[in-house]
Nanobody, 123 residues
């Protein structure tokens, strides 16, 4: 499956953005889909993930209560609604799909990756 992210941009601190991840060539019925982010010079960090089959969700502590991951009814698009954005949320955001059944943010467990979308939060 090919993944294409969109929705990144520049936003002021406290603002909101919604990222989208579209699946091309397949739907996301049998995947765990995760959002990750990377700041230059740092390791990629898991943000949130959702299991398509039952809708269970897991968030990283740094975003819990501010970010919401969701999957559309057709299971073709995954969203990441980001509210109360902070400067430290600035990063390139990637979506990824895993064929495992485990709901976690272990980067090595994800098989397919998008190219990323830049999110910049200004003060």
């Amino acid at each position: 499956v090919q993944l294409v992210e969109s929705g990144g941009g520049l936003v002021q601190s406290g603002g909101s953005l919604r990222l989208s991840c579209v699946a091309v060539g397949d739907d996301l019925e049998n995947y765990v889909i995760g959002w990750f982010r990377r700041v230059p010079g740092k390791e990629r960090e898991g943000v949130a993930c959702i299991k398509s089959q039952d809708g269970t969700i897991h968030y990283a502590p740094s975003v819990r209560g501010r970010f919401t991951i969701s999957l559309d009814n057709a299971k073709k698009v995954v969203f990441l609604q980001m509210n109360s954005l902070r400067r430290e949320d600035t990063a390139v955001y990637y979506c990824a799909a895993s064929t495992r059944t485990l709901l976690d943010l272990y980067e090595g467990g994800y098989d397919y990756w998008g190219q990323g979308t830049q999110v910049t939060v200004s003060s």
